[in-house]
């Protein structure tokens, strides 16, 4: 199968390669690029392991071709926060005990990145809406939904963390 | 809604000020910062050079000959290096498991002759990618003579009924009775007897990371190293020592971070062996991870089970014996190395925390069409509590007793501790009626009945469920090997070397999948030694490092772990503290050790930091007291005590119930439990947490549902329905501590919270909707299934 | 899992798309936000051996009030129509359906079109279109013409569009008078629904229902317009008599076949149930602008 060009931006570098069409987002990131923080879970669109941000809004990438991310901005786990400077949502998964096994985490906290941007100070009720496409076998969500509210408390204080313009 | 946790008590020790320990504290979990960062590692993660990349063919009949296979299209396919069957490497799996009675069924690690589920592997390709791997598959040609089909348990007793294994002359895996010998006499002297038919489905625990393996065998060196998603990385070597028939001291497991177990990967299945014999033959690194769609076809089923049950009570509610008949659904058989364990937990279970002196059980473990049956959080266990807790409900609406009220009549009061059940399992330590009780205190209960009154005036429907259990935590050897018939231990080890620098490090035999056992292990062994927390390292999952161990199942990591960790501890203070006295001039019983210092107790000027005698141990060897050894190096092994240990826990929940719809809302959920000395309160409740949702998942969302000819509907997450966090109630835990009889106290809770819940929100609805006379009998709790036990308004 | 490999292509305007699907045919498929067309082709039960992604045709995603409705592009995300004021203010049924659809995430990347154009029963937007009375574009290479929603859906997966259409525009009528509600009965966000009901009211300013469209979701081969039930519900007031009688009817009209999320009769029970919900929603409704 002849392969195409693809290129994005991703956690504010530009990438591109020479890929097979059916190649998926998630596999690009993973394979390609080796940010294996991105992990797939179900393949279906229902567990949202496979969470990044896609243009700033949070899109399940096993469920995306690479190919449709073409030119756009993708943000991955990698991306968020420094290896020295915790993200405050980060921060706030581990102050809250927020992860167990630590495998649907970094899904967890781009579509907890999204909503805290579009709404920084949500209640219980929008948490659990905004995650509810990202599945934990761990958690039962109990802490999850306390680390968001934090994360948020802690936005609130002005620890952003982010690198500006990271997604 | 916002979620709560009322606090708990934080365990004070003899003499020590409780803020100065490790243990009883919420230490956050070290391994998490990676994790967090998405920079743990997981086996699908590892890239090796060369690597391979394998996937399966798998039947699409539940009960075929295979007639032929072709793979020469497969072959063909550019990338495509090898297809494997099961005539050129089918490998029995091995079974670890005695029992008089217990039949081993053909297991192969690839199907030869005939398969009998839907997605047994039949043939194993490696490729140069996962897609062209998954392509070449679709090219494997087979032939199949399709057979009847069996898949439901009662219909395969039938002397009709299609065989699996033609051999047998029936399809009964197992069978065992057990009569206690007074209950012919309490049935007699009963005032009632309430008999029902209860069945629990099947469902799996589904970890969000499938099972994943990656074998690199080297040729060269001759040694198999192999990276797997697996709750015991000994067990796992062993298994394959044995299964491929290869020097066990070549091979290495490693388990790296694990994306959750939930039992299902203390289970080893046929496709793994595969991987392994791919690799060894191609001599190259060969990785599989699980696709959804395979998981949910052959992975981790567990629970169904259909129970015949009949109760003994006297008027004022005293059960004076229970019967069941269990007709347990196993699929195609047990898996390695837990068998039919899951029923006969089950049975054995079943009496709970009541003291019931008379039942007798009958268990037959069946064979089906359909996938095997594997570990599951809880473990026979939920289906004991959703009978038994059924049953506790629908007698004190006989008896128009209050649900507490019965419990509080036959649980075991705390004057008759220890226990011992009619089969003979000893309850430790516990008292269940103080535990049911603050159930009812800290949900405000009589509050909440006033409430349902109040709103049936306005035709909303509340409803509240109590249910309760004892879990046989952390088995021990003399259980596990004698009646259980297993070739298993139950104690765990430790290795606690200290380096030059002061620095501890534990090699554990366990191996965790997220609960933060680098952390709670770290803050005992930093209690029991006097290193401080931060200087002692706990590293599991390698069986090149660490000595053996069993591995994190029966909710036994902390009981078993705990207790070698303080036992390899207490050696190792021992020594630390010969060597200290000697170079204080010192008696070692009158040194003091925390903190990472050695001080005597009768002149505080007097000490000597870790760090030194760690070096004196090492380094400067030549200043060690006569016929001391070198070096801080040693191993404990820990063996609990008690036969078993056994937490135990009151759930509440409370629901409300859409009449119209058979819609079912959880609106608050309250727990109380025992598990003895808590290391770390935070991810203890953590664990609690998570099992609980597992719970709710059985109870109302999830099933494997196979159609008649055995082909599984729900084989996505598209249909198969997890729960998410908008359906998750709020939650209050709260803890009482009752330490048990082994070093340390510890119970084990891991799998606690997934125990009573089906049984507790059944109970809720059917007290919701009491005036329907609604009786909920069969698992799960659908919209449907209520809506038509409201519309039909059985009794 | 991955798709079976196919060509990709990404043509820059309609007409382009229409001629790539003239050229392949049944070969070839439109890939919109790819959240239906992809899992299908990572189980391989759907394999074209080319895909047409539509996602790189400018102009195609927008919210444009038209007055007497909402122009709604169709490449335009589900998100975006969930979280647009306009939307709420001229049409709240249309938001009030794109916030059940699946989840946040998949929201983010479904588009209108492609839940129209899969045409799958249980998809939402369908019965919100055919209650509400909408028309679609469809264009080619050719130029476009309109379907009324009630004509566009055909069958299971199946739509009036030809081969070399492409569904550009969804035109979603408004007005003062009207009023809508979507409800769905689904055991958890992200779930398929057992049942949706679909209910717009045209209310003339004394409290009387002029006309009235019911379509339902997931109990037919594709959605089912409750033909009968709107008309027992126009130029009357709608008591609980008309609500019942209506919710009957729009039982009756249902065709739901058992699955995984409830038999056939539970579905036409809940149709019953969830048939009167909706229209008492959409009746409690302010007129929509």
């Not at chain 2, 609406?397 to 009220?405: A, C, D, N, S, T």
């Not at chain 3, 969804?170 to 979507?182: D, Q």
Request: aromatic share 6%.
């Amino acid at each position: 199968m002849t392969k195409v060009r693809v290129s994005m931006e991703v956690n504010q570098q530009m990438r591109d390669a020479q890929i097979e069409p059916r190649l998926l987002l998630v596999s690009f990131l993973r394979e390609e690029l080796g940010l294996t923080g991105t992990h797939v879970g179900c393949e279906t669109t229902n567990c949202g392991a496979c969470t990044v941000l896609l243009d700033g809004r949070g899109v399940k990438s096993c469920t995306v071709l690479a190919l449709q991310a073409e030119g756009k901005k993708v943000t991955t786990i990698e991306g968020i926060g420094t290896a020295e400077n915790l993200n405050p949502i980060q921060l706030a998964f581990w102050e809250k005990h927020g992860l167990q096994c630590g495998f649907c985490t970094p899904g967890m906290i781009l579509a907890s990145y999204e909503l805290l941007e579009a709404e920084p100070d949500p209640d219980e009720k929008v948490i659990r809406e905004a995650l509810s496409g990202n599945l934990c076998r761990c958690t039962g969500y109990v802490n999850i939904i306390k680390s968001v509210k934090y994360a948020a408390k802690l936005r609130k204080k002005g620890m952003r963390g982010m690198r500006k313009g990271a997604a | 809604m916002s979620t709560t946790e009322a606090s708990i008590t934080i365990p004070k020790l003899q003499g020590e000020p409780a803020e100065k320990k490790m243990v009883g504290r919420s230490v956050k979990p070290r391994k998490d910062v990676p994790l967090l960062k998405g920079a743990g590692i997981f086996t699908d993660d590892i890239k090796l050079p060369d690597m391979l990349y394998a996937a399966f063919v798998r039947s699409p009949y539940a009960h075929a000959r295979i007639k032929r296979i072709d793979a020469s299209r497969a072959l063909q396919l550019e990338g495509v290096v090898w297809v494997l069957t099961g005539r050129e490497a089918a490998r029995q799996l091995v079974s670890w498991m005695n029992k008089p009675g217990l039949r081993t069924p053909e297991r192969l690690s690839l199907a030869k002759e005939k398969v009998r589920y839907v997605g047994e592997p039949v043939a194993a390709v490696a490729a140069s990618s996962r897609a062209i791997a998954e392509d070449a598959v679709e090219l494997v040609e087979v032939e199949y003579e399709p057979l009847p089909v069996v898949v439901d348990a009662e219909r395969a007793l039938e002397a009709e009924a299609p065989l699996l294994y033609e051999d047998w002359g029936d399809n009964v895996l197992y069978r065992e009775e057990f009569r206690s010998g007074g209950t012919e006499m309490a049935f007699k002297e009963a005032d009632l007897v309430v008999s029902e038919r209860l069945v629990s489905h099947r469902y799996s625990p589904t970890p969000i990371e499938t099972r994943a393996m990656l074998a690199d065998y080297d040729k060269e060196k001759d040694t198999l190293q192999v990276w797997a998603s697996t709750q015991f990385p000994h067990v796992l070597r062993t298994f394959l020592a044995q299964v491929l028939d290869y020097p066990e001291n070549r091979i290495r497991v490693i388990a790296p971070n694990v994306g959750g177990g939930f039992g299902i990967k203390s289970a080893v299945f046929q496709d793994e062996v595969s991987v392994v014999i791919l690799s060894m033959k191609l001599g190259r690194p060969v990785k599989w991870y699980e696709s959804r769609n395979e998981h949910m076809l052959t992975a981790g089923h567990e629970r169904q089970q259909v129970h015949y049950i009949d109760c003994a009570v006297k008027k004022d509610g005293a059960l004076l014996a229970v019967r069941d008949r269990i007709v347990a659904d196993f699929g195609v058989s047990g898996t390695f190395w837990t068998e039919v364990q899951p029923a006969m937990l089950t049975a054995a279970s079943l009496p709970g925390p009541y003291k019931l002196r008379n039942y007798d059980f009958d268990l037959l473990c069946v064979v089906t069409n359909k996938a095997p049956c594997g570990p599951h959080r809880g473990f026979g266990r939920p289906v004991a509590a959703y009978v038994m807790e059924r049953m506790m409900d629908i007698i004190a609406r006989k008896l128009e007793m209050g649900p507490e009220e019965i419990r509080l009549k036959n649980m075991i009061d705390v004057k008759d501790m220890p226990w011992t059940t009619p089969i003979g399992v000893l309850y430790d330590t516990g008292n269940y009626k103080d535990v049911l009780n603050r159930t009812l205190t800290i949900s405000n209960y009589h509050e909440l009945r006033k409430e349902q009154a109040r709103l049936r005036k306005e035709g909303k429907t509340l409803g509240l469920g109590l249910a309760t259990y004892v879990e046989y935590t952390a088995p021990g050897s003399g259980r596990l090997q004698g009646p259980l018939g297993w070739s298993v231990g139950g104690w765990e080890s430790c290795r606690l070397t200290a380096d030059p620098s002061g620095k501890v490090t534990a090699q554990l035999g366990m191996s965790g999948q997220g609960q933060a056992h680098e952390t709670i292990f770290a803050q005992i062994i930093s209690d029991a030694l006097g290193v401080n927390f931060e200087d002692v390292r706990v590293m599991e999952g390698d069986t090149q490092q660490a000595p053996y161990g069993w591995g994190a199942w029966a909710s036994r990591a902390t009981v078993t772990t705990g207790g070698a960790c303080i036992r390899a501890s207490r050696k190792l203070r021992d020594k630390v503290l010969l060597i200290a006295a000697h170079l204080l001039k010192e008696a070692p019983d009158d040194l003091d050790f925390k903190g990472s210092r050695i001080t005597s107790k009768r002149d505080a000027r007097k000490a000597v930091s870790f760090q030194e005698v760690a070096d004196v141990a090492i380094r400067f060897s030549g200043r060690l007291p006569q016929g001391v050894e070198p070096g801080l190096d040693l191993i404990s092994f820990y063996e609990p005590e008690s036969p078993t240990t056994c937490s135990y826990a009151t759930h509440l929940a409370v629901v409300a119930v859409d009449a119209e719809t058979g819609f079912v809302n959880l609106l608050k959920y309250f727990i109380v439990d025992d598990s003895g000395v808590i290391v770390n309160p935070m991810t203890a409740h953590g664990q609690v947490h998570g099992a609980l949702a597992h719970g709710i998942g059985g109870a109302m969302f999830e099933e494997l549902f196979y159609d008649g000819e055995g082909q599984l509907l729900s084989s996505t997450f598209v249909d198969y329905l997890l729960p998410t966090a908008s359906v998750m109630p709020e939650v209050v835990v709260d803890s009482i501590e009752t330490p048990s009889l082994t070093l340390g106290g510890f119970k084990g809770l891991g799998e606690g919270g997934a125990i009573p819940t089906a049984g507790a929100i059944a109970n809720a609805i059917d007290d919701g909707l009491s005036e329907y006379g609604v009786k909920l009998l069969e698992l799960p709790i659908t919209p449907e299934r209520v809506y038509s036990l409201i519309t039909t308004r059985e009794r | 899992m991955n798709p079976k490999s196919f060509e990709y292509h990404a043509p820059k305007s309609v007409a382009e798309a229409s001629s790539l699907a003239e050229e392949y045919g049944m070969d070839a498929k439109f890939l919109a936000g790819g959240q239906s067309l992809i899992p299908l082709m990572k189980l391989r039960l759907l394999s074209p051996s080319h895909l047409i992604d539509l996602g790189r045709i400018p102009g195609l995603s927008y919210i444009r009030d038209e007055g007497n409705h909402l122009a709604i592009g169709a490449m335009e995300r589900i998100a975006e129509i969930a979280r647009s004021d306009l939307v709420r203010k001229q049409c709240p049924i249309l938001s009030q359906c794109a916030h059940q659809i699946a989840d946040p995430l998949v929201r983010n990347m479904g588009t209108i079109g492609g839940n129209l154009s899969h045409a799958d029963p249980t998809n939402d937007m369908p019965a919100v279109m055919v209650a509400a009375g909408a028309s679609i574009v469809a264009a080619s290479g050719q130029g476009s013409r309109v379907i009324p929603a009630g004509d566009f859906f055909v069958d299971t997966f199946t739509t009036a569009l030809k081969g070399t259409e492409i569904l550009v525009e969804v035109k979603m009528p408004i007005g003062p008078t009207r009023r809508g509600a979507y409800l769905k009965l689904e055991r958890q966000a992200g779930d398929f629904g057992i049942v949706g009901v679909a209910a717009v009211l045209e209310m003339s300013s004394d409290g009387r229902c002029v006309a009235a469209g019911i379509a339902l979701t997931g109990v037919g081969p594709t959605v089912v317009k409750a033909t009968r039930a709107g008309e027992i519900l126009k130029g009357v007031e709608l008591d609980k008599n008309t609500i019942d009688r209506a919710s009957r009817a729009a039982a009756e009209e249902a065709q739901p076949s058992g699955d995984l999320r409830g038999s056939a009769e539970y579905k036409r029970a809940m149709v019953e149930v969830m048939t009167s919900r909706t229209i008492q929603a959409a009746a409690r409704r302010q007129a929509e602008r």
